[in-house]
């Protein structure tokens, strides 16, 4: 059944209470059960350097794994991973970030453990939610261990690291048509800058979160661009939330739909184009449709702000031995490395050997957190580009009122 769904903003507020109440007794009161799950499924603290081979053995007895996602990629990886495994049967939901989470609570709040995989980019929900109340397990496989950087194995596995950009339209703006985020609230770009909603979207509000948390980059840009101190309006508490207020009453565009926002600004063919938040692996839509989607990557105080989308075992999984080999599918092959050549079509042949799982994710936007993975193609301006991130104490302790500010702000 398809979870009812919640406002991001009472989920996120409920969230932050569980939390609050919940987590000193889960830290301090032992769960017998939870602890013989552990053992017996070789996780979290019985962790061992895998056999893959008594893995994928048990895996294939289990027969199936159960994936709740996120990300509707997460189709095309259960296609691969069965050409891998036909013995083991892949379900995968594409559920969304905020119907992930909740279909993770209700069944574990009614007793069913059904999900063998949960994939999210919910960082308040996944770090500071689900995995203190035990209803997922963080998991790395044992052979990447020294290809990952700590931040990005702990407290959760992150699967890839993803952004969301300011686009412009390159064909109506040979060069950047602004030199600071600001210039989005000018009366130029009244009604002409879009982005989806952060309403059902966490990886919105993770957006959002980091222009706040960098509030202080923030002022900065708009006192070096303009000259003169940011007076911030009645109300308002810092330079992220000014930003956001200004933009959202210079008549932002709110969609549901990030494909036809970055269609809306890259079309070719437009004298006067809109600009909008995009997330930037539809840059690709430049070599499948002939789009001008550009990145200003120069802007200040930047043009990128980033997420990672995490990977776990889930609590009490039925099938933990295949969930294992899934998270291990998912981060690709042990023999992949920096000088692995990796030609296109990446779902097949030694490509889809090498990157497994990664595969279907292999583009320009989506980076693993492997420090051994050639970068996708056109990504050369990623590693050199500032980028914004919020992190998950702030994002424990603030994105529930961003997203009040927002609601309010947007229902004026």
Same mark, same amino acid.
């Given at each position: 059944?398809?979870?009812?769904?919640?406002?991001?903003?009472?989920?996120?507020?409920?969230?932050? @209470?569980?939390?609050?109440?919940?987590?000193?007794?889960?830290?301090?009161?032992? *769960?017998?059960?939870?602890?013989?799950?552990?053992?017996?499924?070789?996780?979290?603290?019985?962790?061992?350097?895998?056999?893959?081979?008594?893995?994928?053995?048990?895996?294939?007895?289990?027969?199936?794994?159960?994936?709740?996602?996120?990300?509707?990629?997460?189709?095309?990886?259960?296609?691969?991973?069965?050409? #891998?495994?036909?013995?083991?049967?892949?379900?995968?939901?594409?559920?969304? +970030?905020?119907?992930?989470?909740?279909?993770?609570?209700?069944?574990?709040?009614?007793?069913?453990?059904?999900?063998?995989?949960?994939?999210?980019?919910?960082?308040?929900?996944?770090?500071?939610?689900?995995?203190?109340?035990?209803?997922?397990?963080?998991?790395?496989?044992?052979?990447?261990?020294?290809?990952?950087?700590?931040?990005?194995?702990?407290?959760? @596995?992150?699967?890839?690291?993803?952004?969301?950009?300011? #686009?412009?339209? +390159?064909?109506?703006?040979?060069?950047?048509?602004?030199?600071?985020?600001?210039?989005?609230?000018?009366?130029?770009?009244?009604?002409?800058?879009?982005?989806?909603?952060?309403?059902?979207?966490?990886?919105?509000?993770?957006?959002?979160? =980091?222009?706040?948390?960098? !509030?202080?980059?923030?002022?900065?840009?708009?006192?070096?661009? /303009?000259?003169?101190?940011?007076?911030?309006?009645?109300?308002?508490?810092?330079?992220?939330?000014?930003?956001?207020?200004?933009?959202?009453?210079?008549?932002?565009?709110?969609?549901?739909?990030? !494909?036809?926002?970055?269609?809306?600004?890259?079309?070719?063919?437009?004298?006067?184009?809109?600009?909008? #938040? !995009?997330?930037?692996?539809?840059?690709?839509?430049?070599? +499948?449709?002939?789009?001008?989607?550009?990145?200003?990557?120069?802007?200040?105080?930047?043009?990128?702000? +980033? /997420?990672?989308?995490?990977?776990?075992?889930?609590?009490?999984?039925?099938?933990?031995?295949?969930?294992?080999?899934?998270?291990?599918?998912?981060?690709?092959?042990?023999?992949?490395?920096?000088?692995?050549?990796?030609?296109?079509? /990446?779902?097949?042949?030694?490509?889809?050997? @090498?990157?497994?799982?990664?595969?279907?994710?292999?583009?320009?936007?989506?980076?693993?957190?492997?420090?051994?993975?050639?970068?996708?193609?056109?990504?050369?301006?990623?590693?050199?580009?500032?980028?914004?991130?919020?992190?998950?104490? #702030?994002?424990?302790?603030?994105? =529930?009122?961003?997203? *009040?500010?927002?609601?309010?702000?947007?229902?004026?």
């Amino acid at each position: 059944m398809t979870p009812t769904f919640r406002s991001a903003k009472a989920w996120l507020a409920a969230g932050a @209470l569980t939390l609050a109440l919940a987590a000193p007794a889960l830290a301090q009161q032992a *769960d017998p059960k939870w602890d013989a799950w552990l053992q017996k499924s070789q996780l979290g603290p019985y962790q061992k350097n895998e056999n893959w081979d008594e893995v994928v053995t048990n895996a294939k007895k289990e027969g199936e794994v159960v994936v709740y996602s996120s990300s509707g990629t997460m189709l095309k990886v259960a296609e691969d991973f069965a050409k #891998f495994y036909p013995e083991i049967k892949v379900k995968a939901y594409d559920l969304g +970030s905020e119907k992930t989470i909740e279909k993770v609570v209700r069944e574990h709040q009614a007793g069913v453990y059904a999900a063998d995989v949960v994939y999210s980019g919910g960082t308040e929900q996944m770090v500071f939610d689900l995995l203190p109340n035990h209803r997922i397990v963080n998991y790395v496989p044992s052979y990447l261990t020294d290809r990952i950087a700590a931040e990005h194995r702990e407290p959760l @596995l992150t699967h890839v690291i993803e952004a969301y950009g300011v #686009f412009y339209n +390159s064909e109506a703006h040979p060069q950047p048509p602004m030199k600071t985020i600001w210039e989005l609230t000018e009366p130029q770009w009244k009604g002409r800058f879009s982005m989806k909603s952060p309403a059902g979207s966490l990886t919105t509000l993770m957006m959002l979160a =980091a222009i706040v948390e960098h !509030s202080d980059e923030m002022q900065k840009a708009y006192e070096q661009h /303009y000259g003169k101190k940011l007076e911030l309006s009645p109300g308002v508490e810092n330079a992220g939330y000014e930003f956001l207020h200004r933009l959202i009453g210079n008549d932002i565009v709110i969609s549901d739909n990030s !494909s036809k926002i970055a269609t809306a600004v890259g079309l070719r063919g437009q004298a006067k184009p809109p600009m909008a #938040f !995009s997330v930037i692996h539809y840059l690709t839509k430049n070599q +499948s449709d002939n789009y001008a989607n550009a990145i200003p990557y120069d802007l200040q105080p930047a043009a990128l702000f +980033s /997420y990672p989308t995490y990977v776990a075992v889930a609590g009490q999984a039925p099938h933990p031995n295949a969930a294992k080999l899934f998270v291990a599918f998912l981060m690709g092959s042990k023999d992949l490395n920096a000088t692995s050549e990796l030609k296109a079509p /990446y779902r097949s042949g030694k490509s889809l050997e @090498l990157l497994q799982g990664m595969a279907a994710f292999y583009q320009v936007g989506t980076f693993s957190p492997r420090t051994d993975v050639p970068p996708p193609p056109h990504s050369e301006m990623w590693p050199k580009a500032r980028k914004l991130t919020a992190s998950p104490e #702030f994002v424990k302790d603030n994105i =529930a009122k961003i997203s *009040d500010f927002w609601m309010a702000e947007t229902s004026r």
